[in-house]
């Protein structure tokens, strides 16, 4: 579980991130793919990924995901 407490209360201009939570909403909705706060986890400072897929896929996530996260400042 990837610790992103760097990305809370960072913003897109649309959207202003304060919980793993949010992230991973945003993640989805942006990036359009699943991740799972960390809160669930005890563990709020971190998402959850999940990685039982193809390594083609993976990659692609991985872009999609960086992408996303370069908008936010």
Do not use: H, N
Request: proline share 3%.
């Amino acid at each position: 579980m990837p610790d992103i407490s760097y990305y809370l209360s960072k913003s897109d201009g649309e959207t202003r991130i304060t919980t793993s939570d949010e992230l991973a909403l945003y993640l989805l909705d942006k990036a359009e793919v699943a991740t799972v706060g960390g809160d669930a986890f005890g563990s709020p400072e971190c998402l959850r990924i999940s990685y039982a897929t193809s390594d083609d896929l993976l990659v692609e996530a991985v872009k999609r995901i960086k992408g996303a996260l370069e908008k936010l400042k």
